[in-house]
């Protein structure tokens, strides 16, 4: 077991490459505080953790506040001990994010706020955490985008995401010497909730899979491999990475036939 008896926190646990994170970190031992603001979500993937043997606890949690992350990590501690790894995954994807021109302030805020402070939160309050516990691996989901620019514009998204690479970088090097490791995990386009909608249109989802090598997305299940292998101790040497796993996206220039 890659993850035995260490305590995960996930954020955005409900959904997408969090819930199959959650799933496969208690599948690998991992005690897994499965965290969203959609706590039924959260509470149905317990109740799967459960009934295959493992061991979970759901959380409620809106991660643009202090107040709640703070107490997000204290109940890891109290419900599943001292936390090695804390999973920053929530986000959102606003279909209404795109060039700077049509782009509200009201959609850059509500974007910046949860997956930029969102994060910082998550590493506020969870590096205390990790220091309890004598360290572990902090996993911050940025995106592909923050590496190339979209090809459709999203800009306060990729903007956002350009945040947490960079602050994931800092981060890396500020706590190194307590054990504390970070990495910015960065996938490519992923069947999830949050591209469902975007990709319906038959015309949209073309226009993405153009870039893609494997001509698919990415399958959930495939990102929370690669944030199992950052959460466990195989990557003890891997740190401020930009981790990314997007099917050879960024590694490729293709011409439209
Ligand atoms: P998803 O929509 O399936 O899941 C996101 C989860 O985050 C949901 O359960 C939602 O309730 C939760 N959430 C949103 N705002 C929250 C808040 N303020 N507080 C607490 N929980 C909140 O999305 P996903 O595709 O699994 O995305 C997970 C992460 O991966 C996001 O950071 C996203 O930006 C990133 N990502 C996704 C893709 C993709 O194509 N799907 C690509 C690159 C990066």
């Known amino acids: 077991m890659r993850l035995k008896d260490k305590t995960c926190v996930i954020t955005g646990g409900a959904s997408g490459i969090g819930r199959e994170s959650s799933l496969l970190f208690a599948k690998e031992g991992g ?15 317990v ?15 809106d991660v643009t506040r202090a107040n709640e992350v703070s107490a997000m990590m204290e109940a890891a501690e109290k419900e599943l001990g001292p936390v090695r790894v804390v999973f920053n995954n929530a986000g959102i994807f606003p279909l209404d994010d795109g060039t700077p021109e ?13 997956n930029l402070k969102g994060v910082f ?25 923050a590496v190339m620019g979209a090809a459709a514009a999203q800009v306060a998204y990729t903007a956002s995401k350009g945040g947490v690479l960079a602050m994931t970088r800092e981060i890396s090097a500020i706590y190194a010497r307590e054990n504390i490791r ?16 975007l990709i319906a249109d038959p015309a949209a989802r073309a226009r993405r899979l153009v870039h893609v090598p494997y001509g698919r997305f990415a399958e959930a299940k495939e990102i929370a491999q690669a944030a199992l292998f950052l959460a466990s101790d195989e990557s003890s040497y891997i740190n401020g990475t930009s981790f990314l796993v997007d099917g ?7 011409t439209p036939e």
């Open 47 to 61: 109740s799967e953790i459960r009934d295959a043997g493992g061991t979970a606890h759901a959380f409620a949690v």
């Open 248 to 254: 050879g996206i960024s590694a490729t220039y293709i």
């Open 121 to 145: 939160l998550g590493c506020k309050y969870g590096v205390p955490a990790l220091r309890r516990a004598g360290g572990g691996s902090i996993i911050n989901t940025a995106s592909f985008v």
């Open 182 to 197: 970070a990495n910015a995990l960065c996938p490519g386009p992923v069947q999830t909730p949050l591209l469902a909608e």
């Open 31 to 45: 005690r897994v505080l499965v965290a969203d603001r959609n706590i039924e979500g959260a509470e149905s993937v």
């Open 102 to 114: 049509d782009t509200s302030e009201e959609t850059w805020d509500l974007v910046m706020q949860i």
